[in-house]
């Protein structure tokens, strides 16, 4: 019996070594395909350790912000950096939030394409995969079970740590069933580098096109990408994840909900109307965040407009009880 593991003949040391090395080679191999096409397996990977390899392009993109060093800035690119800011933050809040998440509102199949590609150049992976891991982050929000709670697991894990260990790579479909029947955003979440590729190199193909035809725009293709598609999703990612971050530590409490979450105002403003994340805690069905006037809340107000043009319907209203309840 000991020559035989499981029923395999049992491996020489020097053969175990190279099994494991091989094993490792393969597990590296798919992490580097993970990149491309997120369906490929990562059983392998240790599940709460952050994995490096896979994290690498987010890293790059990081690093890759210091080219404004060489690059230099011109107004057209700056500009453009921040209306993808503006748009992009639009869509992540109204719609990977308010709506893939929490199902405020209603649109039609080609609006919740539309903005779910624009969701998706954001390079914050899918609408299913965001949408099932914030509904697990209201199901269980600062328990241990809260996949970036900061009192439990600390602010930089809540901030940029827990999406980059293989436990939070995949969707969970089970969570997200009303929106998984459609193949198109199930596309969007498999290979979910693909729009914020074409929108890199459409960038880049602008900046060019624009150095050519109006060279006294002082802009350059490389110059486009870099403030563009680096600075601008960068900033915008940072922006997004200080609700899941700060919003859970600094701020008020109107609301004794059970968690920890907070309103702030100025992460209200940088997030389109985010940082009123007390408010979206203790009533997270409906579509506006801000439930008081002074309590500036821009996706609303956007929200409204697509409305009066009849890109959104039945938007669900703050409750009459909710805006006049206040618990301190
Ligand atoms: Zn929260
Ligand atoms: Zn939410």
């Known amino acids: 019996m000991e020559d035989y593991e499981f029923g395999t003949p049992a491996l020489t040391r020097r053969q175990r070594k190279i099994a494991t090395k091989s094993d490792r080679t393969r597990a590296q191999w798919n992490v580097l395909c ?79 394409f539309l903005f ?32 970036h709670s900061p009192g439990h697991r600390g602010f930089l894990w809540s901030h940029i740590g827990w999406f980059l260990t293989p436990r939070n790579f995949r969707t969970d479909l089970a969570r997200v069933p009303d929106f998984a029947g459609f193949p198109e955003l199930r596309w969007l979440d498999r290979y979910d580098i ?19 035809t109006a060279p006294a725009l002082g802009t350059s293709g490389a110059q486009m990408l870099v403030w563009g598609f ?29 968690d920890d979450s907070r309103n702030n105002a100025l992460l209200a403003l940088i997030t389109f109307g985010e940082g009123w994340h007390n408010n979206h805690h203790f009533f997270p069905g409906t579509a506006r965040q801000g439930f008081r006037w002074w309590e500036i809340d821009l996706t609303w107000y956007l929200l409204n407009v697509l409305a009066a043009f009849g890109l959104v319907r039945d938007m669900k209203p703050v409750p009459a009880w909710v805006a006049a309840k206040k618990d301190r």
Do not use: K
């Open 34 to 112: 993970q990149w491309f096409d997120t369906d490929v397996s990562a059983e392998d990977r240790e599940p709460d350790r952050i994995d490096w390899l896979r994290a690498l392009p987010f890293l790059g993109m990081h690093a890759g912000c210091l080219a404004v060093i060489w690059v230099g800035t011109s107004p057209v690119a700056l500009g453009v950096a921040i209306a993808l800011y503006a748009i992009r933050m639009f869509a992540i809040t109204a719609f990977y939030h308010r709506y893939f998440s929490h199902r405020t509102f209603r649109t039609s199949r080609a609006v919740q």
């Open 116 to 147: 779910a590609l624009i969701g998706a150049s954001s390079v914050q992976r899918g609408p299913l995969w965001w949408a099932a891991h914030h509904r697990h982050h209201h199901r269980h929000s600062d328990t241990e079970a809260d996949p």
């Open 194 to 212: 693909a729009v914020p590729a074409v929108l890199a190199v459409g960038l880049f193909a602008l900046g060019a096109l624009l150095e050519r």
């Open 230 to 258: 680096l600075v601008s999703t960068v900033v915008l990612f940072h922006a997004t994840f200080t609700i899941n971050s700060l919003a859970h530590r600094f701020g008020s409490r109107p609301y004794a909900t059970r």
